[in-house]
């Protein structure tokens, strides 16, 4: 949560070790561990985290976003929302504020104008227009239909609508404004505080007639009034839970972070409130004894892009910056709208000239492939989270798969953990263990707001709890990633508060053992940044871009089991990749010696090869080519490449490693000792999952703009 106000109270039945039960005899049980958002003047409808609903089909599929500020989308959600879009699915992007800030547009060069708060948050839309009409191959002076929306509770809202054959964009401005009389940021008032309300803006030569107000329960309403309406199958947010960040002041105030944590204070309390909407929608549904929607959601980072290497190479940065271009505008520009021709300060080519550097990254808070995948007796089963709830499907011989089958247990952050049990005897799969990070509660006005990790055996959900014990701290945990070691013990790790590593370990018999910390440097001590005095602009992208780091690393763990039975993790810190292993059979994992391996821009991925080696393939800092070493720092031989952006996923294989990962233009790339294979699967969503087949062919699985799986059997 923005600010340094602690939560005045912990979720109920946060450390109850097991959340639900098959369903029926638990039924009471299961009521009261499902995550509420407690509203200072009504109760909400609580949704039974129990098996068993009906999932609603897809009819056609729909992106809805939801942003803080005009240009959020462009900064922290592109290029995944460019996609979407140019692949023919609708997109709805939902602006909570007006961000008229102070109401200055200082073209750069110019004299500074006198503020006009109505005026600005009317160039900054036009700005949107302009952005949104070129992403659909249109002149960025199209026209757009522009009509006021009623919204639940009669509040009002600006529609702009504009078409180009079967592609659609929306843009809906609730036009919150972000000042407030307060002396704190007017949305984080807004989730704070009760008895706060807000005023609406009505920006220059807006259909809107007149101004409103929100308060805490009136903007949750609308926001899932609006996923109501538009019913998405994929929900795009900002980050609601944003690191732990000691910047320096004069730092922090010129990045426009909030103290103590690394994002705008909108950002996060808008964050928040999209979550909390997209719960009460989902209870909201159950309560009406229908099925429950089907979306996948996501949230991306925003300020942390400055904080960490940059993940971007310069063909994909360029694309991605050129979308700002038109949203910036020009002042000589003659775009219609007397209020202005878009965010001047933004204009031309500057985002790429700004030392804050969000524009050189997209970070998504929960890393990892969307889908986890399992077969057991030669069928393939897909788990992933639709409606905030586990579901699996199962893939028939054709390549199709079955409706969605839910599993309970929300609501839960979008990317599961898995661990595959092996029988001793034989080496045999006996079942698996899937783990997710949940929401144990999420609501405003000091209401309980923290986080756990909960895993599913196949029949019951049960809590392992956090390895925080602070409730704004359990906020922080990452996605939680699991191996089985050779000796049959599951370990189970996350990225927690301190950006280090914490770890549970089941016994073979079941049992979980205690929460600790793997050893290294301390995450939280004070940086480099902090004691030397810096010029800005200097920073290169493998410093970080950013004070206030520490040593600490970034979510995207992977972990991989040697030709031994031994547990290695990797995580990419600050300018290394950090390693840590075990030394023996049931020894505790611990820090490796800091080896050289060359600093990264992205997660790595670990791979055991055939020969009982160990690889890490990661891409440096503004780099296409992908980095392939061993532990020690050595390249891998055959040097394996798979030039691109993001990470890659990867099999071991006699011939050599099969990798997976995007091009710089977006497509599917698999590679292997036969060749290269490229494909663009329709829309999808987040990351893949590469898998091999019974028959010991690679596959790739996927969740479609749809909420749908895919599979690609090259």
């Avoid at 959600?77 to 997109?91: K, W």
């Avoid at 661990?419 to 783990?435: I, M, N, P, T, Y």
């Avoid at 990661?618 to 020690?632: C, W």
Wanted: net charge positive; hydrophobic share 35%; with cysteine.
């Amino acid at each position: 949560m923005p600010g340094t106000r602690e939560p005045g109270r912990t979720a109920p039945g946060l450390h109850r070790r097991t959340l639900l039960a098959a369903a029926g005899a638990t039924a009471g049980a299961l009521a009261l561990s499902s995550c509420t958002v407690p509203p200072p003047r009504r109760r909400d409808p609580v949704a039974n985290p129990g098996p068993g609903r009906p999932i609603s089909s897809a009819e056609r599929s729909l992106l809805l976003q939801v942003l803080a500020h005009p240009d959020d989308d462009l900064y922290f959600m592109n290029p995944d929302s460019r996609r979407l879009l140019e692949a023919g699915t609708p997109v709805v992007s939902v602006y909570v504020t007006a961000g008229e800030a102070n109401g200055v547009n200082h073209p750069p060069g110019r004299p500074r104008p006198k503020p006009d708060k109505t005026a600005y948050a009317s160039s900054r839309q036009q700005g949107l227009r302009q952005a949104y009409a070129t992403l659909l191959g249109l002149p960025k002076f199209s026209p757009w239909r522009r009509s006021v929306l009623t919204l639940r509770g009669d509040k009002h809202a600006e529609l702009n609508t504009l078409s180009h054959g079967d592609r659609r964009v929306d843009l809906v401005f609730l036009n919150v404004s972000v000042n407030a009389s307060r002396n704190r940021p007017a949305m984080t008032a807004l989730w704070e505080d009760r008895g706060m309300t807000q005023r609406t803006l009505v920006p220059d030569n807006s259909p809107l007639e007149r101004s409103s107000s929100y308060d805490y329960e009136q903007l949750v309403d609308a926001l899932a009034g609006l996923y109501d309406r538009y019913r998405p199958t994929v929900v795009q947010t900002l980050d609601p839970d944003p690191d732990i960040q000691h910047s320096p002041e004069r730092f922090r105030r010129k990045d426009s972070e909030q103290r103590g944590y690394s994002d705008h204070p909108d950002h996060t309390a808008v964050a928040c409130f999209s979550w909390a909407a997209l719960i009460r929608w989902v209870a909201e549904t159950a309560e009406q004894d229908k099925p429950l929607p089907r979306f996948a959601a996501t949230a991306f980072r925003g300020y942390y892009n400055h904080h960490w290497p940059k993940n971007l190479p310069e063909s994909v940065l360029r694309e991605k910056a050129g979308t700002l271009v038109p949203y910036g505008g020009d002042v000589d520009w003659q775009c219609g709208n007397p209020a202005g021709c878009g965010d001047y300060g933004v204009g031309k080519w500057r985002p790429l000239e700004n030392w804050k550097g969000w524009v050189n990254s997209t970070n998504y808070r929960y890393p990892g492939p969307q889908l986890v995948t399992h077969q057991q007796g030669g069928a393939l089963m897909a788990y992933g989270v639709l409606g905030l709830r586990l579901v699996r499907w199962r893939a028939a011989g054709n390549g199709t798969w079955s409706a969605p089958e839910d599993l309970g247990g929300g609501p839960l952050a979008p990317v599961l953990g898995q661990a595959v049990l092996r029988e001793h005897d034989g080496g045999k799969d006996s079942g698996q263990l899937l783990f997710a990070l949940r929401y144990a509660a999420l609501g405003g006005h000091g209401s309980a707001n923290t986080r756990e990790v909960v895993q599913y055996d196949g029949r019951a959900w049960t809590g392992l709890g956090s390895p925080e014990k602070l409730p704004d701290r359990s906020r922080r945990l990452g996605v939680p990633v699991a191996v089985t070691a050779g000796d049959g013990r599951v370990h189970l790790f996350v990225r927690n508060a301190s950006k280090s590593v914490s770890t549970r370990v089941r016994e073979a018999d079941g049992q979980w053992g205690p929460w600790r910390t793997l050893d290294g440097p301390d995450a939280d001590s004070p940086s480099p940044y902090e004691q030397v005095p810096l010029k800005r602009g200097t920073l290169s992208p493998v410093d970080g871009n950013g004070p206030g780091n520490g040593d600490g690393v970034q979510d995207g763990l992977s972990a991989v089991v040697d030709a031994q039975g031994l547990v290695h993790l990797f995580a990419a810190a600050r300018t290394s990749v950090r390693h840590w292993a075990q030394t023996a059979p049931g020894a505790p994992v611990s820090l490796r010696p800091a080896s050289r391996l060359p600093a990264p821009g992205d997660i790595p991925r670990a791979l055991a090869y055939e020969d009982g080696t160990l690889g890490v393939l990661y891409r440096r800092p503004v780099s296409a080519r992908l980095t392939a070493v061993r532990p020690d720092g050595t390249a891998l031989p055959g040097g394996p490449t798979l030039p691109g952006y993001g990470p890659v996923a990867a099999l071991s294989d006699p011939a050599g490693p099969v990798l997976l990962g995007r091009t710089e233009q977006g497509a599917l790339q698999l590679r292997s000792a036969k060749g290269t294979l490229s494909k663009r699967p329709g829309a999808c969503v987040g990351a893949p999952a590469l898998l091999r087949t019974t028959a010991g062919a690679p596959a790739v699985v996927g969740l479609g703009a749809d909420a749908a799986p895919w599979l690609w059997r090259p």
